[in-house]
């Protein structure tokens, strides 16, 4: 079967950084994406990593290890809008059929 | 605002009611998903379409049914749902299926 893990809940506050880990055991593996979403929304796309190594984009970078099945979204500077929750997402060996964790809600706190 | 729409935002249907959930990409995009999602919970996938034929059906009930008229449009026909059906209806698409997905806006449904 797919496994996706995620921690349940992260607390932290503004301006701070805020690591979100993902490990993930999947038949197959197409690449790793991270999704922002905030309550009563849709997903919105952070990133993708295909890989390994570290992938930056502003405030957010995230972290592939294949051979570690192990991911992580690096938030920076943190603010009250960044409270929602984070979702890893695998592309295993069938393409577009993606397996979610069950999320991350994260709280920044002023 | 995302690039992919989905009509109507918010629908409230009996038991007995026919509707259908529209969405409309016009990125280019040659792959095409329905996702169902519950409160605090992941999205499902349902349907994914790529090149406009249904390429994946994750053994959702027959009173969900899907269509994809052409590349930039994707239906979700609706009949005899069950209150259970109740939920975040989301459309995705995506370059193609190895690509990132993005999500519309989502069409809330409740099942009186």
């Known amino acids: 079967g797919q496994n996706i893990d995620q921690p349940t809940e992260m607390t932290a506050t503004e301006g701070a950084i805020v690591q979100i880990n993902c490990t993930y055991q999947t038949s197959g593996f197409n690449g790793l994406f991270w999704y922002q979403q905030h309550a009563g929304e849709a997903p919105t796309f952070l990133s993708y990593n295909v890989l390994d190594g570290l992938e930056e984009k502003g405030r957010f970078s995230s972290f592939l290890s294949r051979s570690k099945g192990y991911s992580y979204l690096l938030l920076k500077e943190l603010q009250m809008k960044d409270s929602a929750s984070y979702l890893c997402?695998?592309?295993?060996?069938?393409?577009?059929?993606?397996?979610f964790g069950r999320g991350t809600q994260l709280t920044v706190w002023p | 605002d995302t690039e992919v729409t989905q009509t109507p935002k918010h629908l409230v249907m009996g038991m007995t009611n026919k509707k259908s959930l529209k969405c409309e990409q016009h990125m280019g995009h040659r792959a095409m998903y329905w996702y169902k999602q519950k409160a605090k919970k992941p999205p499902e996938l349902m349907f994914v379409y790529s090149y406009e034929k249904l390429s994946i059906n994750e053994s959702v009930p027959s009173r969900f049914s899907p269509e994809c008229p052409n590349s930039s449009l994707l239906n979700l026909h609706l009949h005899a749902l069950q209150p259970e059906d109740s939920a975040l209806y989301l459309c995705?698409?995506?370059?193609?299926?190895?690509?990132?997905?993005?999500f519309g806006d989502g069409t809330r449904l409740s099942i009186l």
């Open positions: 997402a695998v592309l295993g060996s069938t393409l577009g059929r993606l397996y």
């Open positions: 995705a698409s995506s370059r193609d299926r190895n690509q990132p997905q993005h």
